[in-house]
């Protein structure tokens, strides 16, 4: 039988190396459990904005087709944008689109111009012709005698669990962060 030796107050060998490896692991654990939770927390965080991302690009390329083969010219009436958005807002309502709220797109849609900075939340629209002589035009015509395109973008601020991300990401902001989509249909009116 093993009979411990008393040594520096009573302890022996045995129990202070169990002790000294008890605190050792603490001491490994307080170091590595904080790095482990920032790299869970980042995967976390990625992949709720690339999962937004996707589901905000299915829902502008939803509302896009259906602008492009809705029977309504935007000149038949005031409305026809207010129409699309009411559109996208269905749409994202009906799908897993993070941190949207029903109607938060409700309104009509600004003109869509790639010169002017995007808004961080709203739907855009324009239609556009190639033909130089209907560019500038906003009525796209009854038939597809003329190639005619709509063109969608929405931008949607998913929140951000982490405001130092902001520092990693661009268009991250302390509140959130701010994605963006865009759609170009060919208009398909009806004969």
Known sequence: MLVPRRM???????AMLTRRARGQSL???????????????AVVQF??????????????RDTG???ATVQTSPCDS????AAVVTQADRIARTSSLLAYRSGQWS???????????????GVELRWASPDLALFNTDCPPDSNATVFFVTIRASHVVPS???AIGAFIPD???DGCSLSATAEFRMEPAP
């Open 65 to 67: 087709r259906w602008a």
């Open 47 to 60: 992949g709720l904005i690339f999962w937004a991302q996707t589901t905000l690009s299915q829902v502008v």
């Open 161 to 163: 669990f982490f405001p």
């Open 78 to 81: 005031s409305t026809a944008k």
């Open 8 to 14: 520096n107050g009573g302890f022996s060998d045995r």
């Open 27 to 41: 001491v490994e654990f307080a170091v590595v459990i904080p790095i482990f939770l920032l790299i869970f927390g």
């Open 107 to 121: 309104g009509g849609g600004s003109a869509y111009d790639p010169v002017t900075p995007r808004p961080r939340e």
């Open 172 to 174: 991250c902001a302390s």
